[in-house]
């Protein structure tokens, strides 16, 4: 009897019984408000310029934002 060696890594466990049989998604923080750049005055100068601000980057992580980060520590995307 031959056999057959597999990465059952890179098919994420699938072809085997195991406890990992299904995938999760993780799609992110839920967010509580909506995106900072969709009312920002200066949203088309980031998206040339491909920058975001601190608001912008709270939102990401948290889903959240004060008011007063608004186009307040302007960076280049990372």
């Given at each position: 009897m031959?056999n057959?060696?597999?990465?059952?890594?890179?098919?994420n466990?699938?072809?085997t019984k195991?406890?990992?049989?299904?995938?999760?998604?993780h799609?992110g923080?839920?967010n509580k408000?909506?995106c900072?750049c969709?009312?920002?005055p200066?949203?088309l100068?980031?998206?040339?310029?491909?920058?975001?601000?601190?608001a912008?980057?709270?939102?990401?992580?948290?889903?959240?934002y004060?008011d007063k980060?608004?186009?307040?520590l302007?960076?280049?995307v990372?």
């Amino acid at each position: 009897m031959e056999n057959i060696w597999y990465d059952s890594e890179v098919y994420n466990g699938r072809g085997t019984k195991s406890e990992f049989s299904e995938t999760e998604t993780h799609y992110g923080p839920e967010n509580k408000r909506e995106c900072p750049c969709d009312t920002c005055p200066m949203n088309l100068e980031c998206l040339n310029n491909a920058t975001e601000c601190s608001a912008m980057r709270n939102w990401c992580s948290s889903g959240n934002y004060a008011d007063k980060d608004l186009m307040r520590l302007v960076r280049g995307v990372a």
